[in-house]
């Protein structure tokens, strides 16, 4: 049963933390039953059996039993959900329950539930015929926009910077949402895409999770460990061909192939063409970076962890919670593990809150999701000149914004740009709207903790703040330590195009069209439905 004490020393392999006869108060799960609209049905306090499997990149997956006979079982049938939530309320996750299975069990008569989170719901959604080139951006808001049948809605929420702006070519028909973003998905070939529950926003983020140094040790917080390669990707020796018959000999290379780890792992060969390569230089360039990642055999591991953050005891033990996309150094002194990875898949037992199953790996693609995603890069690749920074046309290139009381302009171009994922920013907001502690304040404290901001210098040259500029891009100059005046992120027009439902009071997100698409905005139902978050952008 859901109990909310349990005894680490029935978990395998207990650890040193906590002694084995030690007690520990947990942190329960929490359910409730609700239709489609989100209206309250039930709560579900004695369900058992359960988990909660998240995986990188694919819809949440919900089991659990529960007693045919109590009054909450005429609930759970396929027309409604379950929103998962932990003790202290936090919505963890929507899900649709997909198969509601009564049964008998001995004496016992019960049903079985199983539900699949927001993110499946994109497989239920069709596009019958679509063809644009436009940005990675500009597809998805029109996907959800236009072919989005269900509800309530799925909105966009937060498209990476890295990516959100490139222009893709895409011809989509008589195939699902969920079908057509992959399809998008594979063009860039990177990320992390899921929906965010308490806001239904479809996000693609460049990282999810945390990376604060955490460790997992046999004896420490790890219980078990296997350690799994596979070959089933792997090659040593790689023939690459481009168009019209173009191969690593054109680009220099002493025969049509290159090697690497041969001597380790012997000869194991493989061949692909892309026509799309025009060029000895790119070829080359792919070549290398296939060797680079698939020479090796791919490396995970499952391991079996007590997640010290469920625990009730009055100690904080946040810093060990385990999260999907988190790096996690694995460390076992016997069997010579040392390494570092990322959390790939996270079973959460809902009975035992302290146990949790983990798959860990190393961020390495399946080889034909990267030749999937190759075709693109080889395109922007074969596009890309290597063009000059632009120079200032003058010591005093013109100031971003209006002058304000108190102020002083610092000259900056127009133009210029911040290299900062605004993933980061976003998560700056939701920080401090959690918190409490001002959006504005926390923004300025951060262009602070940058270089921006501050008096005008003596020094009246301006300064590079981008340090790389990306192929086929030329560098915008800003002056390091020059300041932004507050700029509006919500007008009046724009207004009218942000959604006013499936959203909470502290949500936050981007508009998605017009001329401020992509600005933030802030939910307040106290100044008629938004507030604009003045950002300095």
């Known amino acids: 049963m859901n109990s909310c004490l349990l005894n680490t020393a029935t978990l395998n392999g207990v650890c040193e933390a906590a002694s084995a006869q030690a007690q520990h108060a947990v942190l329960r799960y929490r359910m409730e039953v609700r239709s489609r609209t989100g209206t309250l049905l039930a709560y579900l306090p004695e369900f058992y059996g359960g988990t909660w499997e998240r995986r990188v990149n694919q819809a949440g997956q919900l089991r659990f039993v529960y007693d045919a006979t109590a009054e909450q079982a005429q609930y759970l049938t396929t027309s409604n959900q379950i929103w998962l939530r932990d003790e202290r309320g936090q919505l963890l996750e929507e899900f649709t329950i997909q198969d509601a299975i ?65 222009s893709r070519a895409m011809a989509v028909g008589g195939q699902s949402m969920r079908k057509a973003i992959d399809d998008l998905f594979d063009t860039v070939g990177d990320g992390y ?10 996000c693609w983020k460049t990282r999810i999770g945390r990376d604060t140094g955490q460790q ?40 049509e192939y290159i090697q690497q780890n041969t001597g380790t792992y012997g000869i194991v060969s493989r061949g692909f063409t892309r026509k799309e390569i025009k060029t000895p230089a790119t070829l080359l360039l792919c070549a290398q970076e296939m060797i680079d990642i698939y020479s090796v055999p791919r490396t995970s591991y499952e391991i079996d962890l007590v997640d010290l953050s469920q625990s009730n005891d009055g100690y ?50 399946e080889l034909s999701d990267y030749l999937d995603s190759l075709e693109d890069r080889i395109r922007a690749l074969e596009n890309a000149t290597a063009e000059p920074p632009l120079e200032l046309s003058s010591t005093e290139p013109p100031a971003v914004g209006v002058g304000t009381a108190g102020v002083a302009t610092t000259a900056a171009r127009s133009d210029h740009s911040h290299d900062i994922d605004d993933d980061v920013v976003y998560d700056i907001v939701e920080d401090a709207i959690a918190a409490d502690t001002g959006v504005q304040t ?14 005008a210098p003596s020094d009246a040259t301006p300064q590079a703040i981008i340090l790389t500029p990306a192929a086929g891009t030329s560098a915008d100059y800003a002056r390091a330590d020059h300041v932004h ?47 604009a978050l003045n950002f300095l952008e």
């Open 102 to 166: 009564p049964g008998r069990s001995g004496a016992r008569v019960e049903v079985e539930v199983e539900g699949e989170s927001l993110l499946a719901r994109l497989s239920d959604e069709w596009i019958a015929s679509y063809e644009e080139t436009a940005t990675v951006r500009e597809h998805i808001v029109e996907w959800l926009k236009t072919h989005q049948a269900g509800t309530p809605k799925i909105y966009p929420g937060t498209i990476a910077s890295a990516w959100s702006g490139e």
């Open 193 to 202: 895409i899921y929906v965010e529950p308490s806001s239904r926003r479809f």
């Open 442 to 455: 926390a923004l300025e404290d951060f262009i602070d903790s940058i270089g921006g901001g501050g008096a």
């Open 316 to 365: 904080d033990f946040d810093f060990d919670r385990i999260d999907l996309g988190s790096t996690l150094t694995v460390i076992d002194e016997v069997l010579g593990i040392d390494v570092e990875t990322i959390v790939e898949r996270v079973v959460y037992d809902l009975d035992n809150p302290l146990s949790v199953k983990v798959e860990l790996g190393m961020k390495v693609p």
């Open 216 to 255: 997992v040790r046999y004896r420490k917080n790890m219980t078990s460990i296997k350690r799994r390669e596979s070959r089933r990707d792997m090659f040593t020796r790689l023939y690459l061909y481009g168009d019209a018959g173009l191969n690593l000999i054109d680009a220099g290379e002493s025969n």
């Open 485 to 531: 005046l507050g700029i509006q992120l919500v007008t009046a027009a724009s207004k009218a195009e942000l959604p006013t439902e499936g959203l909470d009071e502290t949500a936050i997100g981007r508009v998605t069209g017009g001329s401020e698409e992509g600005r933030m905005y802030c939910r307040n139902a106290a100044n008629d439905g938004w507030d």
